[in-house]
């Protein structure tokens, strides 16, 4: 029966003005199943598909400019590739696998450091503790342990920490093998939600990063922490700028 369908009728393609009209034209009148062919699909195109397809389009991806192109090297593979490398310095592989993991460890450390900045300076801002402002800390002297024991723990813990680091950096995976890590390598396994939480340690590492060179703006121009100079600020909004302080 298919092939007589198909040997007996003759579709034409629909005209711009009646798209919903087919036109089937008989080869083989003598044919019995002919008719009857013609009749169930002019039955079908007049009462339409029961089941509409519904076309999905594809999102455009997010840049950091919205219209760019991004370089081909930057597919968006990475966490937090948004196609930014306006001077093509990950053109090569070797040199785009450093870059990233530079980027991840200026992320790391800004972090630590603007949490370690905000949490002194505002226990130092209200009397709960008294200590230096954050750019003078590196200078005293403090009572728990000498400077030459601090630098010694330092070099010991950072120098074990960045090892580890880039050995695993040279050879992915090989800090995670059993035994490797006091036995809890388990739980640093990767899991399912690992891009997603890449994802925000990447987009929270660059914010850091730009409150890191903000409060080394703000120690050279005003010479105070950042609690101070914002309850400066608030204390007279529209006079306490930034604008206003470099004006002056």
Request: glycine share 8%; with cysteine; aromatic share 10%.
């Amino acid at each position: 029966m298919a092939i007589a369908m198909g040997r007996a009728l003759l579709l034409h393609p629909c005209s711009a003005s009646s798209s919903s009209t087919l036109s089937f034209t008989s080869r083989n009148t003598h044919n019995p199943y002919s008719s009857l062919a013609a009749d169930t699909l002019w039955s079908a195109a007049k009462t339409g598909p029961r089941h509409p397809l519904t076309v999905a389009q594809a999102q455009p991806r997010p840049t950091w400019l919205p219209g760019l192109d991004p370089p081909p090297y930057l597919d968006g593979s990475l966490p937090g590739d948004y196609g930014f490398d306006p001077l093509g310095l990950g053109e090569d592989p070797d040199s785009l696998k450093w870059y990233v993991q530079a980027e991840l460890v200026h992320a790391r450390f800004s972090m630590l450091g603007v949490a370690g900045i905000l949490f002194t300076d505002l226990l130092r801002v209200t009397g709960i503790k008294n200590l230096p402002v954050w750019y003078e800390a590196g200078a005293v002297k403090f009572d728990f342990a000498s400077t030459r024991t601090l630098l010694f723990v330092q070099l010991l813990w950072m120098g074990y920490a960045e090892t580890r680091r880039y050995m695993d950096f040279v050879s992915p995976g090989s800090q995670a093998k059993e035994g490797s890590f006091f036995g809890l390598e388990a739980a640093l396994e990767d899991v399912k939600s690992a891009g997603a939480w890449k994802q925000k340690e990447i987009k929270n590492g660059r914010l850091a990063m730009v409150a890191m060179l903000g409060f080394f703006v703000q120690a050279a121009v005003t010479h105070k922490g950042p609690i101070d100079n914002l309850v400066e600020h608030l204390s007279n909004p529209f006079h306490n700028t930034i604008i206003h302080t470099l004006s002056n």
